[in-house]
């Protein structure tokens, strides 16, 4: 008789494991891409549905990057936990093995500041299925628009950069492309009064690859300056206000994501 439970609780157990095994996804990070700078993570994870068991890959050249597994302040501020903590082989696969929200970041120099990083929210097994977004018209920051700074003029000398802002709405989630010939100009991230006064910070903190995107995680005044000769002087400056999230309520969806039976 106990050993009929016993087999009888291994088999409910197998069953278990292989619809797990059945249902979970691989999810290569950034796709073709990988894990790499000058890519927008969030709009690659925005309609991607993960579940506990399924596995990220995070594929890149070693020793070009890493990855560092962490919690949403680490995240936004981009602290860079201990080296010892660091992913590091170029092909790392992780197992979501618990529900909620996963921060992953890179930190090697300052990638992380540069956008090298992902947010996810994983979902139960079984869960109810998330309503189809909005479209763009009813809640314009969900598809994250790409706003070139100067348009076909660059990011450049004797071009008025609020003239070129004004009438433009930028949301949390949109990106500014600064475009320039690498060695010419830069751009560094200010408070008002470096903006004012044209206050260069530290050269570490220059963004100098020529192609330069950042993305409005926040929302509230955003300055950016030249650091370069004079130029901030000469008026190589932005300065943009960003808005939040417009309020959306979804509407009402009651479907569920089950998982597959064992074949």
């Known amino acids: ?38 890519f927008d993570y969030q709009a690659w994870a925005k309609d991607k549905v993960f579940v506990v068991g399924d596995q990220l890959v995070f594929k890149y050249a070693t020793g070009k990057h890493n990855v560092f597994r962490v919690n949403g302040t680490v995240f936004q501020q981009c602290i860079i936990p201990h080296t010892n903590e660091a992913l590091t082989s170029g092909y790392d696969v992780i197992t979501l093995a618990t529900p909620g929200r996963k921060w992953y970041i890179c930190g090697v120099g300052k990638h992380c500041e540069y956008g090298l990083k992902l947010f996810i929210n994983v979902l139960p097994q079984s869960y109810p299925s998330p309503p189809p977004p909005p479209p763009p018209s009813v809640y314009p920051a969900l598809s994250g628009k790409v706003f070139v700074v100067g348009d ?17 709405k930028f949301y949390v989630g949109d990106k500014l492309v600064f475009r320039y010939p690498k060695g010419i100009h830069n751009v560094f991230r200010v408070d008002g009064t470096s903006f004012q006064q044209c206050i260069i910070p530290a050269a570490y903190e220059a963004l100098t690859s020529g192609y330069d995107m950042i993305t409005l995680q926040t929302p509230g005044r955003k300055w950016y300056i030249c650091g370069v000769g004079k130029h901030c002087q000469m008026g190589l400056k932005l300065f943009i206000n960003v808005l939040p999230y417009p309020t959306y309520v979804p509407p009402p969806y009651h479907g569920t994501r089950k998982l597959a039976p064992p074949s």
């Open 152 to 168: 076909d003029k660059g990011w450049t000398l004797n071009f008025d950069y609020q003239a070129w802002a004004m009438g433009k």
């Open 1 to 38: 008789m106990a050993t009929n439970k016993w087999g009888v609780i291994f088999v409910a157990a197998t069953i278990a494991a292989l619809a797990t095994s059945v249902s979970a996804k691989l999810f290569t990070v950034g796709d073709e891409k990988g894990w790499t700078l000058n």
